[in-house]
């Protein structure tokens, strides 16, 4: 069955250090991936996509890449701070047919002061 | 900037009553997607609509139906209530489901306890 796989574990780190969040999916053949940030009670908020022929995307201090070989990407942010302390979800779409994005289960990030 | 509005942001209901959830999209978006998530879970896709026609369907109870209205805005009603519909519901919206992928912008949801 797909299955789309985020650390369940909080990642704690200090601020100023790189944050790494894994994404692994299986069964699946996503045309495009998708970073959201969720903060507690509130709506999931676009962070950066990345399409299946792209190995990588950059905006400001997030980087994301995408290995369609591995079935992975990985979410990086850079020069972390606490405000960055949120769960951040990866979305998978298909190339065709439904549209509607398919979440990983998201990984708590806390940045430490 | 106009985001996306969802109305009521609380609601509490009792088990077998009915519920209504609206959604407005951002203006000039054509597609709304319904959102469901548990305590601790990720959203679950339930249903979308693009130009007032369904889109596609996920995994949406039979209790529950939805539409979409010719001001593009969107209802998902719930009927006979279960105590594990209690969730955060979120409605997103992007343009033109048909394009290459478009961004969900999601609302902040409404937080259904049923008691």
């Known amino acids: 069955s797909q299955k789309i796989e985020q650390n369940s574990e909080a990642l704690n780190i200090q601020e100023g250090k790189t944050a790494t969040l894994t994404c692994n999916y299986t069964?699946?053949?996503?045309?495009?991936l998708q970073w959201y940030r969720q903060d507690p009670g509130r709506g999931p908020v676009f962070l950066l996509l990345?399409?299946?022929?792209?190995k990588e995307k950059r905006k400001e201090r997030l980087k994301v890449t995408f290995d369609t070989t591995l079935k992975q990407s990985l979410f990086h942010i850079t020069a972390s701070q606490p405000a960055d302390s949120a769960t951040y979800l990866c979305?998978?779409?298909?190339?065709?047919?439904?549209?509607?994005?398919?979440f990983g289960s998201g990984t708590r990030l806390q940045v430490q002061p | 900037a106009a985001g996306v509005i969802q109305s009521p942001r609380h609601l509490i209901k009792e088990k077998r009553e009915t519920a209504t959830l609206k959604c407005y999209p951002i203006p000039r978006h054509d597609t709304v997607y319904w959102y469901q998530q548990g305590p601790g879970q990720d959203p679950q896709f339930l249903i979308s609509?693009?130009?007032?026609?369904?889109?596609d369907k996920g995994s949406i109870p039979d209790r529950f139906s939805a539409q979409q209205f010719s001001d593009y805005h969107s209802e998902l009603n719930m009927s006979s209530l279960e105590l594990g519909d209690s969730a955060l519901y979120f409605c997103?919206?992007?343009?033109?489901?048909?394009?290459?992928?478009?961004?969900?912008?999601f609302g902040p949801g409404t937080r259904l306890l049923v008691l």
């Open positions: 979305a998978l779409e298909r190339r065709t047919g439904r549209r509607a994005l398919t």
């Open positions: 997103a919206s992007s343009i033109g489901t048909l394009l290459p992928s478009k961004t969900q912008y």
């Open positions: 069964n699946y053949s996503p045309a495009y």
């Open positions: 609509f693009y130009e007032k026609m369904q889109s």
């Open positions: 990345i399409r299946e022929n792209e």
